[in-house]
C-alpha cells in the first residue's frame, strides 16, 4: 500500500517533469530560431549595407607595412596644418589622441608628438554611414593614415595645437591598432597637481607613469621635457667644442673605485670583478696629463648609493669637463660657469615652447641667472645662513635643507636661481682636492647650484704626486690602489680643475620640477630596474 | 621656567629686591608668598601683582576693555599655549597669525603685560621654527621681532634669529 502510493507519486512526479521538460525544450527551440531568424537578418542586413557601402574603399585596416610597396605619397606633419595649408588635399599620419562620434558625425583629435588637429568625418557624398561608424569605433592610440582637405575654422579649437584649422577626412586606413585598453589615460597624465581633485577627475601616480613609460613619454609634457633635454646635450657640446674643447670617450668598467669602495656597484669580470665607474674624474685627469688641455665627457654614471629621494638616481648622464689652467683655477670656474649660461641662454631662446608645455602642468617661475654668474666664498655663505638662524660650524658641510634655504636667501638678495659656492672646507671634500693657499683649512674647490640644489662638484685637482701622496694618506687610503692614478702626475702634469654636472639634475632644476625620475627617460633606482 | 619668567619681569619692571619663589604641584605652578597677605598662586596672579607693585598699572591695560583684552591673552597663554600638543602648536599660530594681523601688540597700539607672557611663552616654538614657517607665520615673527627687541624684555631668553625680507615666493605654502 504505502509502496504503491510512493509509486504512484513518483509516476505522477516523472510525468510532470517530462511535461516542464517538454515545454522548457519547446521554448528553447523557439528562442534558438527566432536567434538564427535574427542573426540571418543581421548578416543578411549587413551583406546588403556593405555592398550598399559606396566608401567602402576609403576605409579599413592596412596590410601590415612590410615594405611591400614604396607610395609616393607625402605626410604632412601635424605641426604643420596651418592656415596656409587651407583648402589642400594632404595626407597625414598621426595617432587617434580622442575619437567622438554625434549621429552622423565624428570628431577625431589627431596627435603626433606634442602636437594636435582636430578631424571630422560627416557622411556624405565622401564618406558613408558605415565610414563614420567605423572611425567611431576605432581604439585611442592606433595610428592611423589620413587623406583629408584642410578647412579654415571661424572659431579657434581651444583644445588643439592647431586652433585654426580642422581636417574634413576622405580616407582613413588603420597602420597600427592599439589595444581598446590603456594602462593609463593621456589627459590624466598630464592633469595639473590638485586641478583633478576639484573637479573629482583622477591623476596618474608617479609608478604607474612609470611602470608604463612608453604611454607616459606620448603626453605632451614628456615629449616636451626630453626634447629640452636633448638640447641641453646639444647645448652643452656646441659650447665646449666652440672653446676648444675634445670630447672623450672613458671607460666605465673600472678596477678600482676612485673615491672609495662603499658606493658602486661590482661587476663580475671573468675570474675576477670590477666595478661601475662612478665618474670620469680619472680619466679625464689622465687626458690633461696627457696633453688634450680641455676635455669633456658625456656619458653614463652610477652610484650605488641606497638613497630613495627625489634627486638621487643609480645611473645617470654625467656631463663632465676637465681642464688645464694656467695660473688661478678661477679660469675654469669662469668657462664652466659661462658654459652653464650659454646652455641656459640657449634653452630660453630655442625651446620656449617646450618651457610653456611643461608649465602648463608643473608651474613654476622662470629661470633666472646673472652674467657673470655670481661667485659667493664658502665664509660668506656660511654668515648668511647664521643670519637666518640657521646654527652651524665653520667647517660642517651644507645640508639638504640648509642648501635649498641658502637658494632661497640668494635669490631673494641677488635675484638668481644659479650661482657658484667657492672655497669649501677641505675636510668635506675628496683627497684629490687641492688646499687654499692662504687658509689649508679651506680648499680650492666648488658647487654650483640652481633653484638651490646642488647640480655641479668639481675643485682644482693636486696636480702634485707628492701632496697627492700626503692627502691620499691623511684620508687613509691604500696607496697601492691608487698608484696608477697617482703615477700619472709624475711625468710632467699642468694644474688643471674640472666638475661634472647630472642632465637629469640640470633638466629637473631649469624647469622647476620635484622629481629626478620626470627627467630620465627609463630612470634607474634602488628600487626600479624596468622598464 | 616660569620662575625664570618672573625674574626677568621683575627685572624689566625695575624692581630692586628680587623676590623669593617656590612652586607647588606635579605642574610646577610658582608660588609668592607674601609678607602683607596671603600667599599668591599661578603665573599670571603673581605677574599681575608684580606690575601693580612696580606701579605700572597701565601694563594691565588702560581702560576696561583692554584690561580685558589683556586679562583674555594672559589666560591663553596659561589655559592653552602652555602644554599644548604639536597639533594645538599649528591651530594657535595660524590663530595668533590672523589676529595679530591688524595689530601692533596684543591689545592693539600699546605694550602691556600680555605682550611680555606670551613672548616669554611662545619663544621655545618660534626658535624652533624654520624660515619657512617664520615666513608663513609672518605676522607672529613680525610682533615677536618687536618685542624681543622691546628695551628690558628679553633678558633670559637667547635672540630669534628673523629675516626682513621674504625669502620664498607667497603662494607657494
Known amino acids: ?531 | 621656567m616660569a620662575l625664570r619668567e618672573l625674574s626677568s619681569l621683575e627685572k624689566f619692571l625695575g624692581l630692586k629686591k628680587p623676590n623669593k619663589y617656590s612652586t607647588q604641584g606635579g605642574k610646577k605652578v610658582p608660588v609668592l608668598q607674601n609678607n602683607n597677605g596671603p600667599a599668591l598662586i599661578g603665573l599670571v596672579t603673581i605677574a599681575s601683582h608684580l606690575v601693580r607693585e612696580a606701579k605700572r598699572p597701565e601694563l594691565l591695560g588702560d581702560r576696561a576693555e583692554r584690561r580685558a583684552v589683556v586679562q583674555q591673552w594672559l589666560e591663553h597663554r596659561v589655559t592653552r599655549l602652555d602644554n599644548c600638543s604639536k597639533e594645538e602648536v599649528k591651530v594657535i599660530l595660524k590663530d595668533l597669525n590672523q589676529y595679530l594681523e591688524d595689530k601692533v601688540y596684543l591689545a592693539g597700539n600699546v605694550f602691556t603685560l600680555a605682550d611680555i607672557l606670551m613672548y616669554y611663552g611662545i619663544h621655545h616654538i618660534v626658535m624652533e621654527l624654520a624660515v619657512q614657517e617664520k615666513e608663513r607665520y609672518l605676522n607672529i615673527t613680525r610682533w615677536f621681532d618687536h618685542i624681543q627687541h622691546y628695551p628690558g624684555v628679553r633678558h633670559h631668553l637667547p635672540p630669534v634669529a628673523v629675516l626682513r625680507n621674504r625669502v620664498y615666493p607667497s603662494g607657494h605654502h
Open chain 1, 1 to 531: 500500500m504505502t509502496k504503491e502510493n510512493v509509486q504512484g507519486a513518483g509516476e505522477e512526479e516523472q510525468q510532470a517533469q517530462s511535461k516542464k521538460a517538454l515545454k522548457k525544450q519547446q521554448k528553447e527551440a523557439e528562442k534558438a530560431a527566432k536567434k538564427a531568424e535574427k542573426q540571418a537578418k543581421l548578416a543578411a542586413e549587413q551583406q546588403e549595407a556593405e555592398e550598399d557601402d559606396f566608401a567602402k574603399d576609403r576605409y579599413g585596416v592596412c596590410p601590415m607595412v612590410q615594405s611591400q610597396q614604396k607610395l609616393d605619397r607625402a605626410l604632412v606633419r601635424v605641426q604643420d596644418l596651418t592656415p596656409e595649408k587651407a583648402e589642400q588635399q594632404i595626407w597625414v599620419r598621426a595617432r587617434i589622441h580622442t575619437s567622438r562620434a554625434k549621429g552622423k558625425q565624428c570628431f577625431l583629435v589627431l596627435r603626433h608628438q606634442q602636437f594636435t588637429v582636430q578631424a571630422l568625418l560627416a557622411v556624405g557624398d565622401r564618406a558613408s554611414k558605415q565610414m563614420v561608424k567605423f572611425a567611431a569605433n576605432l581604439t585611442k592610440e592606433s595610428i592611423i593614415d589620413v587623406e583629408a582637405v584642410v578647412k579654415k575654422v571661424e572659431q579657434k579649437i581651444e583644445s588643439c595645437s592647431q586652433q585654426d584649422v580642422e581636417l574634413h577626412v576622405e580616407r582613413i586606413f588603420v597602420i597600427s591598432q592599439s589595444e581598446a585598453r590603456l594602462p593609463l589615460q593621456l589627459e590624466d597624465a598630464v592633469r595639473p597637481e590638485g586641478e583633478g581633485d576639484e573637479e573629482g577627475r583622477a591623476t596618474v601616480n608617479q609608478d604607474t607613469r612609470l611602470d608604463n613609460r612608453v604611454i607616459d613619454l606620448r603626453t605632451t609634457t614628456s615629449q616636451a621635457i626630453f626634447r629640452l633635454q636633448s638640447g641641453v646635450c646639444q647645448l652643452f657640446r656646441d659650447t665646449l667644442i666652440n672653446k676648444g674643447f675634445v670630447e672623450i670617450q672613458t671607460p666605465k668598467i673600472i678596477s678600482a673605485a676612485s673615491e672609495g669602495g662603499a658606493n658602486v656597484f661590482t661587476v663580475s669580470y671573468f675570474k675576477t670583478s670590477a666595478y661601475l665607474a662612478q665618474s670620469p674624474q680619472l680619466y679625464k685627469q689622465m687626458c690633461i696629463c696627457a696633453d688634450f688641455d680641455k676635455v669633456f665627457c658625456v656619458g653614463p654614471v652610477f652610484r650605488a648609493e641606497d638613497s630613495n629621494t627625489h634627486r638621487h638616481l643609480t645611473e645617470f648622464v654625467g656631463l663632465d669637463i676637465e681642464m688645464a689652467f694656467n695660473y688661478h683655477y678661477h679660469e675654469v670656474i669662469d668657462s664652466i660657469t659661462d658654459t652653464m649660461v650659454q646652455i641656459f641662454k640657449g634653452l630660453r631662446d630655442r625651446f620656449q615652447t617646450e618651457i610653456q608645455t611643461v608649465n602648463k602642468q608643473y608651474p613654476s617661475e622662470p629661470f633666472k641667472f646673472l652674467e657673470p654668474t655670481l661667485r659667493l666664498e664658502y665664509k660668506e655663505a656660511v654668515a648668511m645662513l647664521r643670519a637666518a638662524g640657521v646654527e652651524m660650524g665653520d667647517e660642517e658641510d651644507l645640508s639638504t635643507p640648509n642648501e635649498k634655504l641658502l637658494g632661497r636667501i640668494v635669490k631673494e638678495k641677488y635675484d638668481t636661481d644659479f650661482y657658484v659656492l667657492d672655497k669649501y672646507p677641505l675636510a668635506v671634500r675628496p683627497f684629490y682636492t687641492m688646499p687654499d693657499p692662504s687658509n689649508p683649512k679651506y680648499s680650492n674647490s666648488y658647487d654650483m647650484f640652481m633653484r638651490g640644489e646642488e647640480i655641479l662638484s668639481g675643485a682644482q685637482r693636486v696636480h702634485d704626486a707628492q701632496l697627492l701622496t700626503e692627502r691620499a694618506m691623511h684620508h687613509a687610503i691604500d696607496l697601492e690602489k691608487i698608484k696608477a692614478y697617482i703615477d700619472s702626475f709624475r711625468y710632467g702634469a699642468p694644474p688643471h680643475a674640472g666638475g661634472g654636472i647630472g642632465l637629469e639634475r640640470v633638466t629637473m632644476l631649469y624647469l622647476g620640477l620635484h622629481n629626478v625620475r620626470q627627467t630620465s627617460m627609463f630612470p634607474r633606482d634602488p628600487k626600479r630596474l624596468t622598464p
